[in-house]
């Protein structure tokens, strides 16, 4: 399991190194490993998932803005876990939080999973570059109110652009 997964984040982490380090990357899935449970996952595989976040400046979307904490159900079994996730570029991470949706009916055993991005904070963090706080070697996103008057209109042409060209293509 170990050899399949450190060849599966090879291939994830070279496909990556093509990216601009101004793009913002987000995937999720099924990990089929609950990362959030210390008793749940070997140190091994937590470890392979947190160098590669970090090799890539990537942060597990576990923000939460609904009480469920779960997105795998075996009632029978009386088993619950985390295993979908999302993953977002370092720099956006407090742009997003994930909702786990219990809908009824639901014939699977995992809940819909929704990843919820604000793109205003996305713009600030790409846009206003970070302020490193005096005291924390960790660096904070500034965040301004957008001004339309004064926004850079090449950027916003091309996020948009890149945003609605599926739409474009149709």
Not at 125 to 151: C, F, H, I
């Amino acid at each position: 399991r170990r050899c399949e997964l450190e060849r599966v984040l090879a291939e994830i982490g070279a496909f990556l190194q093509g990216m601009s380090n101004d793009d913002v990357i987000r995937f999720g899935g099924d990990l089929n490993v609950d990362l959030t449970n210390v008793n749940n996952c070997s140190n091994d595989i937590r470890e392979l998932f947190q160098n590669f976040f970090h090799e890539h400046n990537l942060k597990l979307c576990n923000r939460k803005s609904v009480g469920i904490d779960y997105s795998f159900a075996n009632e029978a079994s009386n088993h619950y876990s985390l295993i979908d996730y999302f993953v977002i570029s370092e720099s956006c991470h407090s742009a997003a939080c994930v909702e786990i949706i219990d809908i009824e009916p639901n014939c699977s055993d995992h809940l819909p999973v929704q990843l919820v991005v604000s793109s205003t904070k996305i713009y600030s963090s790409m846009y206003n570059r970070s302020a490193t706080d005096a005291t924390s070697k960790e660096q904070t996103p500034v965040v301004k109110q957008l001004r339309w008057d004064r926004g850079d209109l090449v950027a916003y042409y091309t996020h948009t652009f890149q945003s609605l060209r599926s739409v474009l293509d149709e």
